[in-house]
Protein backbone atom coordinates (compact mmCIF):
# COMPACT_ATOMS: atom_id res chain seq x y z
CA UNK A 1 0.00 0.00 0.00
CA UNK A 2 0.98 3.71 -1.14
CA UNK A 3 1.44 5.84 1.75
CA UNK A 4 2.97 9.11 2.96
CA UNK A 5 4.27 10.64 6.87
CA UNK A 6 4.70 13.72 7.93
CA UNK A 7 6.60 13.00 11.01
CA UNK A 8 6.16 16.78 12.61
CA UNK A 9 2.92 18.02 13.92
CA UNK A 10 4.22 21.63 13.71
CA UNK A 11 7.57 23.09 12.82
CA UNK A 12 8.29 26.92 14.67
CA UNK A 13 10.78 28.98 12.68
CA UNK A 14 11.79 32.60 12.64
CA UNK A 15 11.11 35.06 9.59
CA UNK A 16 14.31 34.78 7.30
CA UNK A 17 15.48 31.69 8.36
CA UNK A 18 15.46 28.15 6.17
CA UNK A 19 12.36 26.70 6.44
CA UNK A 20 11.85 22.55 5.95
CA UNK A 21 8.85 20.58 6.70
CA UNK A 22 9.78 16.69 6.24
CA UNK A 23 7.81 13.83 4.29
CA UNK A 24 8.91 10.66 3.81
CA UNK A 25 6.94 8.09 1.22
CA UNK A 26 6.03 4.11 0.28
CA UNK A 27 5.32 3.31 -3.02
CA UNK A 28 5.44 0.15 -4.47
CA UNK A 29 6.38 1.80 -8.25
CA UNK A 30 7.56 5.17 -9.49
CA UNK A 31 6.36 7.41 -6.75
CA UNK A 32 4.51 10.60 -7.92
CA UNK A 33 4.90 13.28 -5.17
CA UNK A 34 2.81 16.59 -4.01
CA UNK A 35 3.03 19.22 -1.77
CA UNK A 36 -0.13 21.31 -1.31
CA UNK A 37 -1.04 23.96 1.49
CA UNK A 38 -3.76 24.77 2.94
CA UNK A 39 -4.77 28.44 4.73
CA UNK A 40 -7.62 28.58 7.44
CA UNK A 41 -10.72 28.13 6.18
CA UNK A 42 -9.73 27.66 2.42
CA UNK A 43 -8.72 24.67 0.25
CA UNK A 44 -5.67 23.37 -0.79
CA UNK A 45 -3.33 25.12 -3.20
CA UNK A 46 -0.64 22.82 -5.23
CA UNK A 47 2.87 24.11 -4.88
CA UNK A 48 4.89 21.67 -7.02
CA UNK A 49 5.17 18.03 -7.65
CA UNK A 50 8.17 15.07 -8.42
CA UNK A 51 6.86 12.93 -11.18
CA UNK A 52 10.35 12.13 -12.91
CA UNK A 53 13.85 14.08 -13.83
CA UNK A 54 15.76 16.59 -11.56
CA UNK A 55 15.25 15.54 -7.94
CA UNK A 56 14.83 19.72 -7.22
CA UNK A 57 11.67 20.33 -8.41
CA UNK A 58 10.76 24.38 -7.71
CA UNK A 59 7.45 25.50 -6.99
CA UNK A 60 5.45 28.67 -6.25
CA UNK A 61 5.80 30.96 -3.73
CA UNK A 62 9.76 30.66 -3.95
CA UNK A 63 9.37 26.79 -2.34
CA UNK A 64 11.33 23.80 -3.45
CA UNK A 65 11.23 19.89 -2.75
CA UNK A 66 14.26 17.52 -2.77
CA UNK A 67 13.42 14.13 -3.78
CA UNK A 68 15.49 11.61 -2.34
CA UNK A 69 15.04 8.13 -3.94
CA UNK A 70 17.23 6.32 -1.22
CA UNK A 71 16.07 8.15 2.18
CA UNK A 72 12.57 7.56 0.13
CA UNK A 73 12.01 11.06 1.32
CA UNK A 74 10.56 14.61 -0.28
CA UNK A 75 11.24 17.30 1.85
CA UNK A 76 9.56 20.99 1.23
CA UNK A 77 12.12 23.64 1.68
CA UNK A 78 12.18 27.45 1.52
CA UNK A 79 15.50 29.20 1.75
CA UNK A 80 14.21 32.43 3.70
CA UNK A 81 10.63 32.00 5.75
CA UNK A 82 7.99 34.47 5.65
CA UNK A 83 5.27 35.09 8.17
CA UNK A 84 3.17 34.68 5.38
CA UNK A 85 3.98 30.63 4.90
CA UNK A 86 2.30 30.56 8.19
CA UNK A 87 -0.04 27.72 7.42
CA UNK A 88 -0.78 23.56 7.27
CA UNK A 89 1.22 22.23 5.21
CA UNK A 90 0.43 18.37 2.87
CA UNK A 91 2.54 15.70 1.58
CA UNK A 92 0.70 13.51 -0.66
CA UNK A 93 1.64 10.36 -3.08
CA UNK A 94 -0.82 9.76 -5.84
CA UNK A 95 -1.85 6.04 -6.27
CA UNK A 96 -1.71 5.18 -9.72
CA UNK A 97 -4.06 2.22 -9.40
CA UNK A 98 -7.24 4.68 -8.11
CA UNK A 99 -6.41 7.80 -9.22
CA UNK A 100 -6.67 9.67 -5.80
CA UNK A 101 -4.08 11.05 -4.12
CA UNK A 102 -3.18 9.62 -0.52
CA UNK A 103 -2.26 12.98 2.18
CA UNK A 104 -0.03 12.81 5.06
CA UNK A 105 -1.65 14.41 8.40
CA UNK A 106 0.10 17.63 7.79
CA UNK A 107 2.55 19.98 9.27
CA UNK A 108 1.59 22.89 10.61
CA UNK A 109 4.56 25.56 10.10
CA UNK A 110 4.69 28.83 12.10
CA UNK A 111 7.07 32.09 11.33
CA UNK A 112 7.68 34.09 13.86
CA UNK A 113 8.58 37.76 12.99
CA UNK B 1 -9.10 31.20 -15.44
CA UNK B 2 -10.77 30.35 -13.01
CA UNK B 3 -10.26 27.61 -10.77
CA UNK B 4 -12.41 24.92 -9.43
CA UNK B 5 -15.86 26.21 -7.40
CA UNK B 6 -17.71 25.34 -5.06
CA UNK B 7 -20.98 25.64 -3.43
CA UNK B 8 -22.35 26.23 -0.96
CA UNK B 9 -19.59 27.51 0.95
CA UNK B 10 -21.38 26.29 4.08
CA UNK B 11 -24.25 24.24 4.89
CA UNK B 12 -25.92 23.64 8.24
CA UNK B 13 -28.36 20.30 9.01
CA UNK B 14 -29.79 18.06 11.01
CA UNK B 15 -29.17 14.15 11.62
CA UNK B 16 -31.08 12.25 8.98
CA UNK B 17 -31.14 14.84 6.44
CA UNK B 18 -29.93 14.69 3.04
CA UNK B 19 -26.98 17.11 2.01
CA UNK B 20 -25.85 17.89 -1.60
CA UNK B 21 -22.52 19.50 -2.39
CA UNK B 22 -22.10 20.97 -5.90
CA UNK B 23 -18.47 21.27 -7.81
CA UNK B 24 -17.57 22.68 -11.16
CA UNK B 25 -13.87 22.39 -12.36
CA UNK B 26 -11.57 23.82 -14.09
CA UNK B 27 -12.19 24.10 -17.78
CA UNK B 28 -11.28 21.46 -19.91
CA UNK B 29 -10.48 18.85 -16.36
CA UNK B 30 -12.92 15.76 -16.80
CA UNK B 31 -11.71 14.45 -13.41
CA UNK B 32 -13.58 15.33 -10.58
CA UNK B 33 -12.16 14.23 -7.21
CA UNK B 34 -13.86 14.75 -3.58
CA UNK B 35 -12.48 14.42 -0.34
CA UNK B 36 -13.52 14.71 3.07
CA UNK B 37 -10.94 16.68 5.62
CA UNK B 38 -12.79 15.87 8.80
CA UNK B 39 -11.23 16.57 12.05
CA UNK B 40 -8.99 14.26 13.62
CA UNK B 41 -8.96 12.30 10.73
CA UNK B 42 -6.82 14.18 7.87
CA UNK B 43 -7.95 14.49 4.39
CA UNK B 44 -9.76 10.92 3.43
CA UNK B 45 -10.57 10.18 -0.24
CA UNK B 46 -13.96 9.93 -1.02
CA UNK B 47 -15.08 9.58 -4.91
CA UNK B 48 -13.29 10.06 -8.40
CA UNK B 49 -15.76 10.50 -11.23
CA UNK B 50 -14.43 10.72 -15.23
CA UNK B 51 -15.97 11.69 -18.42
CA UNK B 52 -19.31 10.69 -16.33
CA UNK B 53 -18.47 7.52 -14.61
CA UNK B 54 -18.19 6.65 -11.15
CA UNK B 55 -14.44 5.39 -11.35
CA UNK B 56 -13.43 4.60 -7.74
CA UNK B 57 -14.46 5.04 -4.44
CA UNK B 58 -12.73 5.36 -0.82
CA UNK B 59 -14.15 3.53 2.06
CA UNK B 60 -17.43 5.21 3.10
CA UNK B 61 -20.74 3.79 2.90
CA UNK B 62 -23.10 3.82 0.40
CA UNK B 63 -24.85 7.06 1.54
CA UNK B 64 -22.12 8.88 0.27
CA UNK B 65 -22.83 9.27 -3.57
CA UNK B 66 -22.76 11.21 -6.20
CA UNK B 67 -22.62 12.07 -10.13
CA UNK B 68 -20.84 14.06 -12.65
CA UNK B 69 -22.97 15.81 -15.17
CA UNK B 70 -22.35 16.05 -19.22
CA UNK B 71 -20.69 19.88 -18.55
CA UNK B 72 -18.04 17.61 -16.23
CA UNK B 73 -19.58 19.30 -13.12
CA UNK B 74 -20.38 16.84 -10.09
CA UNK B 75 -22.43 17.08 -7.04
CA UNK B 76 -22.23 15.33 -4.10
CA UNK B 77 -24.93 13.58 -2.17
CA UNK B 78 -25.18 12.41 1.54
CA UNK B 79 -27.77 10.69 3.02
CA UNK B 80 -28.85 10.06 6.26
CA UNK B 81 -26.45 12.63 7.81
CA UNK B 82 -24.89 11.53 10.81
CA UNK B 83 -23.07 13.72 13.11
CA UNK B 84 -19.57 12.52 12.09
CA UNK B 85 -20.30 13.93 8.54
CA UNK B 86 -19.61 17.24 10.16
CA UNK B 87 -16.51 18.09 7.90
CA UNK B 88 -15.02 20.24 4.79
CA UNK B 89 -15.88 18.50 2.10
CA UNK B 90 -13.03 19.38 -0.62
CA UNK B 91 -13.84 19.09 -4.99
CA UNK B 92 -10.75 19.00 -7.23
CA UNK B 93 -10.22 18.29 -10.47
CA UNK B 94 -7.84 17.54 -13.21
CA UNK B 95 -7.11 16.28 -16.72
CA UNK B 96 -7.18 12.92 -16.00
CA UNK B 97 -3.78 11.97 -16.39
CA UNK B 98 -1.83 10.09 -13.50
CA UNK B 99 1.14 12.54 -13.40
CA UNK B 100 -1.27 15.54 -13.40
CA UNK B 101 -1.37 18.17 -10.82
CA UNK B 102 -5.63 18.07 -8.53
CA UNK B 103 -6.35 21.19 -8.57
CA UNK B 104 -8.97 21.97 -5.49
CA UNK B 105 -11.82 24.14 -4.84
CA UNK B 106 -12.36 26.23 -1.37
CA UNK B 107 -14.54 23.60 -0.06
CA UNK B 108 -18.18 23.19 1.45
CA UNK B 109 -18.26 23.49 5.31
CA UNK B 110 -20.59 20.93 6.61
CA UNK B 111 -22.20 21.00 9.88
CA UNK B 112 -24.59 18.21 11.26
CA UNK B 113 -26.42 19.11 14.34
Known amino acids: AQSVAQPEDQVNVAEGNPLTVKCTYS??????LFWYVQYPNRGLQFLLK??????LVKGSYGFEAEFNKSQTSFHLKKPSALVSDSALYFCAVRDINTDKLIFGTGTRLQVFP | EAGVTQSPTHLIKTRGQQATLRCSPISGHTSVYWYQQALGLGLQFLLW???????NRGNFPPRFSGRQFPNYSSELNVNALELEDSALYLC????????????FGPGTRLTVL
Open chain 2, 49 to 55: YDEGEER
Open chain 1, 27 to 32: VSGNPY
Open chain 2, 92 to 103: ASSLGYTTDTQY
Open chain 1, 50 to 55: YITGDN
